[in-house]
């Protein structure tokens, strides 16, 4: 596959933040749990993995690993290139 770095390349990596800020949230509150404790569980301050889930800091790959474990979702399915969750 080639990158693109066009227009729609930008605007197909937009829906992906998008998405994986939506199905990170979605799959927290689904769990019932509250930032702070999530954040503990992925060694991260309350307030560094309040920025991941808004949008204002890059999630780094190891966390989103973290996460996806934590959830027992794909990587893919938590960044959106997957809509099936189960690994």
Known sequence: KSHSTGI???SRR???ISLLLER?????????VKQEDLANSIHTSR????MYENGQ??????????LAD???VTLDYLVG???APGK
Do not use: F, N, V, W
Request: charged content about 40%; aromatic content about 6%; hydrophobic content about 30%.
């Open 8 to 10: 729609i390349g930008i």
């Open 14 to 16: 937009k829906r992906r």
């Open 24 to 32: 990170l949230k979605a799959l927290r509150e689904k769990a019932k």
């Open 47 to 50: 307030g560094t993995y309040s």
């Open 57 to 66: 800091r890059e999630i780094p790959l190891a966390a989103l690993c973290k």
């Open 70 to 72: 934590h959830y027992d």
């Open 81 to 83: 290139r997957s809509d």
